[in-house]
């Protein structure tokens, strides 16, 4: 079946400097889909990509999709104490990947 | 408010007790699912289902039933639990399986099996 990784599993950062997440998958996403757990929390909802190539950008978050459709990533501008989480993609039928970890010092 | 409610929060439990962990939305979602949560392990499929009287096996489905009688609720049921289904677990809703418009997670229920 299909499988999403997601690369690193845990990232510590500086405030202030930018933090990047991947996400693989085995199988071509008919569309891909990141959501963000604070501690202690549940997943809530970011955004989803679905066209080949497409980037989208929520304030200090970029996120790609890649031209084969197989992968995306996540990336966040100068990292704030607020950024703290995990964020998980996730593919067809809410697959998830396994998660990265974001601690932020501040 | 459009939510997905579950409860308990938490529950300490003991081995083979049968529990009902129950789920319910109130968006006229037709997707619902649900999900454990492990360290180290993220979030993981035990069963979803498409629409009432639809489900299906997710990824780590043993151990666990799901009834979907209702549009609106989808309870997740252990028969008898074990120490190795202590975890974080969530409900999960969307308007379609493509969740084009994304999924909305319940708080999460924390069982702990003794």
């Known amino acids: 079946g299909q499988q999403v990784m997601q690369i690193p599993q845990y990232q510590h950062v500086q405030e202030g400097e930018d933090f990047t997440t991947y996400c693989n998958s085995s199988?071509?996403?008919?569309?891909i889909q990141w959501y963000k757990q604070r501690p202690g929390g549940h997943p809530v909802f970011l955004i989803q990509?679905?066209?080949?190539?497409e980037v989208k950008k929520q304030k200090r978050l970029t996120f790609q999709f890649g031209e084969a459709k197989k992968n995306s990533s996540l990336h966040i501008t100068a990292t704030q104490t607020t950024d703290v989480g995990t964020y998980f993609c996730?593919?067809?039928?809410?697959?998830f990947g396994q998660g990265t970890e974001l601690s932020v010092k501040p | 408010e459009a939510q997905v409610t579950q409860n308990p929060r938490y529950l300490i439990t003991v081995t083979g007790k049968k529990l009902t962990v129950t789920c319910s939305q109130n968006?006229?979602?037709?997707?619902m699912s649900w999900y454990r949560q492990d360290p180290g392990l993220g979030l993981r499929q035990i069963y979803y289902?498409?629409?009432?009287?639809?489900?299906d096996k997710g990824d780590v489905p043993e151990g666990y039933k799901v009834s979907r009688k209702e549009k609106r609720n989808f309870p997740l049921i252990l028969e008898s639990p074990s120490p190795n289904q202590t975890s974080l677990y969530f409900c999960?809703?969307?308007?379609?399986?493509?969740?084009?418009?994304?999924?909305?997670f319940g708080s999460g229920t924390r069982l702990t099996v003794v």
């Open positions: 199988t071509t996403l008919s569309n």
């Open positions: 990509l679905v066209k080949s190539g």
């Open positions: 289902s498409m629409n009432v009287e639809v489900t």
């Open positions: 999960a809703s969307s308007l379609s399986l493509t969740g084009n418009y994304g999924y909305t």
């Open positions: 996730a593919g067809w039928k809410l697959i």
């Open positions: 968006m006229n979602h037709e997707y």
